[in-house]
């Protein structure tokens, strides 16, 4: 994704949104497209407010924020100019995993 659509993914967060959509595309390919295209409609609806997602010092100190869409945890840095995200996670992830993968995408 490029910055003049307002945003921009980290390598691994471009990963992430891949690996998701390979896990469900093994079972239902038009699932999995429906889940990508939420993934990246939530991250276009961040750029004109990216406070509006919530922090969560359980998982960094960094002054990033989170927005939840369907089962996955959006990792982003508001003030980065484009909007940059860090990571797509599944919620049902242990903390201390997502934390790790976070302490990772500097």
């Known amino acids: 994704m490029t910055a003049n659509q307002g945003f921009a993914l980290h390598p691994g967060a471009a990963l992430d949104i891949t690996e998701i ?3 469900i595309a093994k ?3 038009l699932a999995a497209r429906s889940v990508r295209e939420d993934i990246l409609d939530a991250i276009r609806k961040l750029v004109p407010f990216p406070n509006q997602g919530h922090q969560r010092t359980d998982l960094t100190s960094c002054p990033l ?3 939840t869409v369907r089962n996955y945890l ?3 840095a508001p ?3 484009p909007l940059l995200v860090l ?3 599944h919620g049902g992830r242990s903390p201390r995993v997502m934390a790790a993968i976070l302490r990772g995408r500097k």
């Open 21 to 23: 959509w390979e896990f």
């Open 27 to 29: 079972d239902n390919p």
């Open 65 to 67: 924020r989170f927005q």
């Open 74 to 76: 959006i990792a982003y």
């Open 79 to 81: 003030d980065a100019k």
């Open 87 to 89: 990571a797509v996670l």
